[in-house]
């Protein structure tokens, strides 16, 4: 079964611009989170998306939005690119989000987006 | 709130000793505790899980973990490490009840030396 992909994988933008990446989760996971990785703040999280619908948002500015499509796929997109948004973007698939039992469900990572901001 | 602490920022480890890297989590209910790592320019690899059951949980590439809940630990350990090793690990802990989100500790680099 092939694992969690996302595209593309190095991207460089100036500020002030926008930039959407997208995640294609594990076949058959509904649940797509997204994280931000950077030095200074490690892992933090965006959003979780389930069945088409935004569970669970992070600590980020709304310049950071997301959305998830009926095949599970995923794009997170940001607006209005700043310096500090510099990082690597991560994607999450598990099989059924994070509610009760889902809970216990193991997220497994694709190998992320290197976004360089100039 | 929950969260989990990395206390240590590296661990350095000869080839063939054991290895240990810590962990320790803070929870409001039952602890839902994870390891990854995570070698450069990739991605996280899910190495193991606890949620309930026995204390010692076995993963992959020949890790394992140990739950303590009178001591809120969950080092990762393994027997004899390799030089392949090498990486950065993060322990993660699941808030339940709250907002379900996975959160992570601030990682520790392991360095194994030949």
């Known amino acids: 079964k092939a694992g969690v992909t996302q595209t593309p994988r190095y991207l460089i933008k100036t500020r002030g611009q926008q930039v959407t990446l997208s995640c294609s989760p594990i076949?058959?996971?509904?649940?797509v989170s997204w994280y931000q990785q950077t030095p200074g703040q490690g892992l933090q999280f965006l959003f979780e998306?389930?069945?088409?619908?935004?569970?669970n948002k992070g600590n980020f500015p709304g310049r950071f939005s997301g959305r998830q499509f009926s095949n599970s796929r995923s794009e997170m997109n940001v607006s209005t690119l700043e310096l500090g948004d510099s990082a690597l973007y991560l994607c999450?698939?598990?099989?059924?989000?994070?509610?009760?039992?889902?809970?216990?469900?193991?997220?497994?990572f694709g190998p992320g987006t290197r976004l360089t901001v100039l | 709130a929950q969260s989990v602490a990395q206390p240590e920022d590296q661990v350095n480890v000869a080839e063939g000793n054991p290895l240990t890297v810590k962990c320790t989590y803070s929870?409001?209910?039952?602890?839902?505790l994870f390891w990854y790592v995570q070698y450069p320019n990739r991605g996280l690899q899910f190495l193991l899980k606890?949620?309930?059951?026995?204390?010692l949980v076995k993963g992959s590439y020949g890790f394992e973990a140990e739950f303590n809940k009178s001591q809120t630990s969950f080092h990762l350990k393994k027997p004899s490490a390799l030089v392949s090793d090498s990486a950065l690990y993060f322990c993660?802990?699941?808030?339940?009840?709250?907002?379900?989100?996975?959160?992570f500790g601030t990682g520790t680099r392991l360095q194994v030396f030949p």
């Open positions: 999450a698939s598990s099989l059924a989000g994070t509610s009760g039992r889902a809970s216990t469900d193991t997220q497994y």
């Open positions: 076949s058959g996971h509904r649940s």
């Open positions: 998306y389930f069945s088409e619908t935004q569970r």
């Open positions: 929870v409001s209910g039952n602890p839902y």
């Open positions: 606890y949620i309930t059951g026995d204390n």
């Open positions: 993660a802990v699941r808030d339940i009840g709250n907002t379900d989100k996975l959160i």
